[in-house]
C-alpha cells in the first residue's frame, strides 16, 4: 500500500485511518513525502508507526513519489491511495478477491464515490478521447448502481488502483518526467501495450476529495494536463492515430469553448472563474513544455514500440471501445454537480 502526500496532513491522517481500519489486514503501508511543510511526517511518525516513511527534501511528484515507494514495498501487488481520498473497510478485501480472475489482468481499477456527495461518481475506470485527453468514466453521475458489474476497465485511476509487481516488471515504472496528472493513462496504455489488461471491481470503494492538491481551476493543474496528454500521444500513440491529434484536438477545444459560453462542464465553470485569457495562457505554457519535452518522448516511444505485444489495430480497437466524444468531454458535469440516473 503507497501513499503519497504532499502538504495534507489532516487528509492524510483520515487517508491512514481507513486504511487502519481495513478488514483485510495482510498489508504494508508505505508513506512517501514529498518535502511537506506542515508537520505531515512527524504526524505520520507519532500516530501511525506500523507505516514506513519516506521523507524526500523536496515535491518530487506523484510519479516519482510512486516510484519510491514501488521500490521499497514487498509484496506482489501493489495497492496506491492518494492522500485524499478515504478507503472503505472492505476496498483492500475487495481489490485482492479480485485478482483470481481471467489471466493477464494486471490492474485492478476501484470505484471511486466523491467524498462530500457519496452517492456521486468521481470515476470508474477511464475513457479516453483520440488526442490523449482521459476523462473518468461516469464522472458526475449519481451511483444508482449502472456500473455495478465486474467488468474490463481501460486502465485504474491512480487515486485507488492495484497493480501486480509484473506490470512494473515488464511495461516499466511511472514515468517521472510526467511529475503528476496523466500518469495513471500512460502508465496504464503502456502497460496494455505490453499486453496486461484491467479489471473494474465495483465492490472497492473509495471516497475521494476531488482536486485537493492543486484545486479545480489551478492553471499549474491544467498545464501539466494538456502537457502531458501530448507527451502520452506521442511516446504511445500508433502514427496513423497521432498525425491527427491536431485535428482532433482542435475539435475538443471548440467544444469547450461552446461549453464555456453555455457556462457548462470544467470549461464553463473556468471560464465563469478565471475569464478567458487564464485558458490561452494555459495553452500557450503546456504546448511551449510539451515542445521541449517531445524528443524525450520520442526517444521513449522507440523503447516501447520494440517491447510492445498488442499491434496497432488492436491497440486502436481498444481505444475505440472506451473512447469519449469530445462534446462528453466538455459538457460532461464535474464530480461536484450530479446528474440523472444513466441505467
Excluded at 470508474?124 to 451511483?143: A, K
Excluded at 470503494?205 to 501539466?224: A, C, K, M, W
Amino acid at each position: 500500500m503507497i501513499v503519497v502526500n504532499w502538504e495534507r496532513r489532516e487528509l492524510l491522517r483520515a487517508c491512514l485511518l481507513s486504511l487502519r481500519a481495513q478488514v483485510f489486514r495482510d498489508f504494508e503501508t508505505v508513506v512517501v513525502d514529498n518535502g511537506s511543510g506542515d508537520g505531515s511526517p512527524d504526524m505520520v511518525r507519532a500516530e501511525f508507526p506500523e507505516a514506513a516513511l519516506i521523507r524526500n527534501p523536496e515535491n518530487r511528484g506523484f510519479c516519482a513519489g510512486n516510484n519510491q515507494g514501488i521500490a521499497l514495498a514487498r509484496g506482489r501487488y501493489l495497492a496506491l491511495l492518494n492522500n485524499d481520498a478515504e478507503a472503505d473497510p472492505l476496498w483492500l478485501r475487495e481489490l485482492v478477491a479480485g485478482t483470481a480472475s481471467e489471466p493477464r489482468i494486471g490492474m485492478w481499477a476501484s470505484k471511486i464515490l466523491v467524498y462530500e456527495a457519496r452517492d456521486i461518481i468521481d470515476k470508474v475506470g477511464h475513457l479516453l478521447y483520440p488526442d490523449g485527453q482521459n476523462r473518468g468514466r461516469g464522472c458526475g453521475q449519481r451511483d444508482c448502481g449502472q456500473y455495478s458489474q465486474p467488468e474490463e476497465a481501460l486502465f485504474p485511476d491512480g487515486c485507488a488502483a492495484m497493480y501486480d509487481r509484473a506490470v512494473f516488471e515488464t511495461a516499466g515504472a511511472f514515468d517521472e518526467d510526467f511529475f503528476a496528472y496523466g500518469d495513471d493513462a500512460e502508465l496504464g496504455l503502456r502497460a496494455r501495450l505490453a499486453g496486461w489488461r484491467c479489471r473494474y471491481v465495483p465492490t472497492a470503494v473509495v471516497y475521494h476529495h476531488h482536486s485537493s492538491t492543486l484545486g479545480r481551476f489551478s492553471e499549474d493543474r491544467l498545464v501539466l494536463v494538456e502537457r502531458n496528454r501530448l507527451w502520452l500521444a506521442a511516446k504511445l500513440f500508433p502514427w496513423r492515430l497521432l498525425v491527427l491529434n491536431p485535428v482532433y484536438t482542435t475539435i475538443r477545444l471548440a467544444a469547450n469553448a461552446l461549453a464555456a459560453v453555455r457556462g457548462r462542464g470544467e470549461a464553463g465553470g473556468f471560464a465563469a472563474e478565471r475569464g478567458w485569457w487564464p485558458a490561452l495562457r494555459v495553452l500557450s505554457r503546456a504546448y511551449l513544455a510539451a515542445l521541449r519535452g517531445l524528443p524525450r518522448m520520442l526517444a521513449k516511444r522507440r523503447l516501447v514500440r520494440r517491447q510492445r505485444k498488442l499491434s496497432d489495430r488492436d491497440f486502436l480497437r481498444l481505444l475505440r471501445r472506451f473512447r469519449i466524444t469530445a462534446r462528453e468531454l466538455a459538457f460532461q458535469a464535474p464530480p461536484h454537480k450530479a446528474v440523472g440516473c444513466r441505467l
